[in-house]
């Protein structure tokens, strides 16, 4: 079982460019999240998507976007990277909003120079 | 910020309980606390979860106080490997905190 796949996993950009990290679920989850962690910090929720076709800003929406492309696909887009974005970037999907537990990926390494 | 709040850092004997305290005075009467796991930076791990009740299971148990404002999560026998951050959340607040650190001595 894949569970939650994230790609890539690593990933290194230059300030100003724009790149896109892609999540999908084989789960057959409602709801799925995106969340980054800074270097000896929490988890803190970037994006979610409640159901597919909704998207709603979490705490740390500033500099980047998402699409729910379908039930199992959830990108996160950063249109123009900045080193303040150099995180550990983590999918996570669940069955409903407020129903189960968080399935995580393992976790996209993105550095900006 | 997140509902929760956790210390920061604790330290267990290898082979003792480890009873790993979480703040939610602000829960609501339907909102479930989970547990989760999070070992060097793999993605977290879901541990335990309740509501009311106490709930046990084959990694750990979960005692929430009659008004609901605490838990805590004891695992029974501390290993090496449960060395970890240890992260509690309000299941429709979806926010982390910064989570309790908990390093396992032999």
Not at chain 2, 6 to 17: F, V
Not at chain 2, 48 to 75: C, P, V, W, Y
Not at chain 2, 79 to 87: G, N
Request: net charge neutral; proline share 5%; with cysteine.
């Amino acid at each position: 079982n894949a569970g939650v796949t994230q790609t890539p996993k690593f990933q290194v950009l230059k300030t100003g460019q724009s790149m896109t990290l892609q999540c999908a679920q084989d789960m057959n989850h409602n709801s799925m999240y995106w969340y980054r962690q800074d270097p000896g910090m929490g988890l803190r929720l970037i994006y979610y998507s409640a159901s597919e076709g909704t998207t709603d800003k979490g705490e740390v929406p500033n500099g980047y976007n998402v699409s729910r492309l379908n039930k199992r696909e959830f990108s996160l887009r950063l249109e123009s990277a900045a080193p303040s974005q150099t995180s550990v970037y983590f999918c996570a999907s669940r069955t409903g909003p407020n129903t189960g537990e968080l399935f995580f990926g393992e976790g996209s390494r993105l550095t900006v120079l | 910020d997140a509902k929760t709040t956790q210390p920061p850092s604790m330290d267990c004997a290898e082979g003792r309980a480890a009873n790993l305290p979480c703040n939610h005075s602000t829960i609501s009467g339907n909102e479930y606390v989970y547990w989760y796991r999070q070992i060097h930076s793999q993605g977290p791990q879901y541990i335990i979860h309740g509501l009311k009740n106490n709930e046990t299971n084959e990694m750990a148990s979960l005692i929430i106080t009659e008004d609901r404002k605490s838990s805590t999560l004891i695992l029974p026998h501390a290993t090496l490997r449960d060395t970890a951050v240890y992260y509690c959340i309000v299941i429709d607040d979806m926010r982390f905190g910064a989570g309790t650190r908990l390093t396992v001595k032999p």
